[in-house]
């Protein structure tokens, strides 16, 4: 089955720079890697995601970058700001019977400091 | 559109209760998911539906049932409730995607404190 790992677990940046969190994931047949914002007592919700024909994506200050071969893509947020302030999940699927099951990271703290 | 409600927003149980959480989509969506939200544990998956009448478990179903006998509902149920099962239920849902993957949009959420 697909593990994944993510890190760091806290991230404290200043207001205006940047920010990098990253995942690796196990089972190469992964092909979907989703980013998922949390603000405090939110729900979670998709950021950006990334499939496994391209490399990289951007969203104006979001991007996410793959390595299909060593297995690990990362989330990039440049000029970051307060509002930034939340704990980011990764993801990667696996596949069973035809259902696709989400498999999260255990998610970044990223603080922005003014 | 509403998206993906839950109820109740928050609960407290006492040991040994029983409970059921609702979880509702209006965007005819094929899957829905719960999962389970622990501090320093990510999303955990209880039990996921793939379509109307169908259910699997998940990562950790050991203490809960789940029912989709409608395809905008899915329901988790606690038949005795313990106090490791206090944390924060999300309901998820998705499009059929096959394995294309796709959003998952989720819930508000459902706090549990078991006593």
């Known amino acids: 089955g697909e593990n994944v790992e993510q890190h760091p677990s806290t991230l404290s940046v200043q207001e205006g720079d940047s920010a990098v969190i990253k995942c690796t994931y196990s089972?190469?047949?992964?092909?979907?890697f989703p980013w998922y914002k949390q603000e405090l007592g939110k729900r979670p919700q998709l950021i950006i995601d990334?499939?496994?024909?391209?490399g990289e994506k951007k969203d104006q200050r979001i991007a996410v970058t793959l390595n299909k071969t060593a297995k690990h893509f990362s989330l990039h947020i440049t000029e970051t700001q307060p509002e930034d302030s939340a704990v980011y999940f990764c993801a990667a699927p696996i596949y069973l019977q035809g259902a696709q099951k989400l498999v999260f990271g255990q998610g970044t703290r990223l603080t922005i400091n003014p | 559109n509403a998206g993906v409600t839950q109820t109740p927003k928050f609960r407290v149980l006492k040991t040994g209760q029983s409970m059921t959480l609702l979880c509702a989509q209006d965007m005819n969506h094929e899957y829905m998911y719960w999962y389970r939200q622990d501090p320093g544990m990510g999303l955990r998956l209880i039990h996921y539906s793939v379509g109307e009448g169908t259910t699997a478990k998940g990562e950790v179903p050991d203490g809960y049932n789940v029912s989709r006998l409608k395809k905008q509902n899915f329901l988790l149920g606690l038949e005795s409730a313990a106090p490791s099962q206090t944390s924060v239920y999300f309901c998820?849902?998705?499009?059929?995607?096959?394995?294309?993957?796709?959003?998952?949009?989720f819930g508000p959420g459902t706090r549990l404190t078991v006593l």
């Open positions: 089972d190469s047949a992964s092909n979907y």
């Open positions: 998820a849902s998705s499009p059929l995607s096959g394995r294309a993957g796709n959003e998952q949009f």
């Open positions: 990334i499939r496994s024909n391209v």
